[in-house]
T-cell receptor
């Protein structure tokens, strides 16, 4: 069965520093991978997705993620964090056969940004 | 476009009461889902639909019913509310095809439900 692990429950970075949020998945075929962000009291917003092709995916708000099949990872990166990036970040994988009928979710990483 | 609209935003129920959480989308998305979000437990899928007239159970379906009579609407019914159903509920929708258009779910802003 598919699964998603976000090893870091909470991360604190300084404003202007680089950021990497980790995501590991368990899936047999080429996965359908997503990163979402949730600001306090808000719904989730799609940052980026990967389904095929170039393994480096660009998203909104200056985020990017790299799919590494050999490591079963899909880590999210940003070169310079802004205070407004403080939020909860979720990684998810589609349920099978490249289908997104159901998404399997990680438990999230909470990001705090120090001024 | 309004996107995904959920109503109400807040609700307090007494144990045993029933209610319907409304969800509507105006993007002609085939797929729609209901999630609940609880602290430390991430997002858990309650029910989902791949098109009008087609629904299926997710990870935590007990105590909830859904129907999808139109592409736009996907209401979630709580049959007899219990304190364990206190949660934040999110509705989401997506195109069904794999590829550049598909996959990314659009979420509503949520319904915060308290059962006392």
């Amino acid at each position: 069965a598919q699964s998603v692990t976000q090893p870091d429950i909470h991360i604190t970075v300084s404003e202007g520093a680089s950021l990497e949020l980790r995501c590991n998945y368990s899936y047999g075929a080429t996965p359908y991978l997503f990163w979402y962000v949730q600001s306090p009291g808000q719904g989730l917003q799609l940052l980026l997705k990967y389904f095929s092709g170039d393994t480096l995916v660009q998203g909104i708000k200056g985020f990017e993620a790299e799919f590494k099949r050999s490591q079963s990872s899909f880590n999210l990166r940003k070169p310079s964090v802004h205070w407004s990036d403080a939020a909860e970040y979720f990684c998810a994988v589609g349920d099978g056969a490249g289908n997104n009928r159901k998404l399997i979710w990680g438990l999230g990483t909470s990001l705090a940004v120090n001024p | 476009n309004a996107g995904v609209t959920q109503t109400p935003k807040f609700q307090v129920l007494k144990t045993g009461q029933s209610m319907t959480l409304q969800c509507a989308q105006d993007m002609n998305h085939e797929y729609m889902s209901w999630y609940r979000q609880d602290p430390g437990m991430g997002l858990r899928l309650i029910h989902y639909s791949v098109g009008a007239g087609i629904t299926d159970q997710g990870e935590v379906p007990n105590g909830y019913n859904v129907s999808r009579s139109t592409t736009e609407d996907f209401p979630l019914r709580l049959l007899s509310a219990a304190p364990s159903q206190t949660s934040v509920y999110f509705c989401a929708s997506s195109y069904g095809d794999r590829g550049r258009r598909g996959g990314g779910y659009t979420f509503g802003s949520g319904t915060r439900l308290t059962v006392v």
